[in-house]
């Protein structure tokens, strides 16, 4: 490991959700997508080996695996719920899974529900948080690769 140092990747990870109108149905009024992206849409293959999205156990599929970018998942849906991101690092790494979690927000704070979807329809609800995540004393290998890139 490198003795005092510190390497920092900046990311950005949440939702984006569109209401479908007035004509989908029920249980799929809205397409949305959760991801995790370099903070600048940068790619971040050199320091992630993959990334789990773990959904509401409701879907067909409610862990899902993705081991190359873009780490992203759309679905359809009517509910809101967390959604559970686990970044797995790089194995040279030598750095334990971070779990983060994204909130799943379909309509926007509003408190006349008919007037948030109509909002909604025109426009996406976007919940995206932006995080740092620090290395410290990172092992020499990984650190020449990020610093590298």
């Given at each position: 490991r490198v003795k005092g140092k510190e390497l920092v990747v900046?990311?950005?990870y949440g939702t984006c959700a569109y209401w479908l109108g007035k004509k989908a149905d029920e249980y799929h009024s809205h397409k949305w997508t959760v991801y995790l992206r370099g903070a600048e849409h940068?790619?971040?293959s050199h320091c992630i080996e993959k990334v789990v999205f773990n959904l509401h156990p409701s879907f067909k599929e409610p862990v899902r695996v993705l081991e190359k970018p873009p780490y992203e998942?759309?679905?359809t849906g009517w509910g809101e719920f967390e959604i559970g991101v686990t970044v797995h690092f790089a194995s040279d790494a030598g750095e334990k899974p971070l779990?983060?979690?994204a909130p799943l927000k379909l309509y926007l704070e509003d408190t006349e529900k008919g007037?948030?979807?109509s909002k909604a329809a025109k426009k996406p609800v976007v919940k995206e948080k932006y995080e740092e995540i620090v290395f410290h004393e990172p092992r020499e290998e990984f650190a020449k690769r990020i610093e590298g890139h």
């Open positions: 900046p990311i950005c940068e790619d971040l998942v759309t679905e779990e983060l979690s007037k948030a979807e």
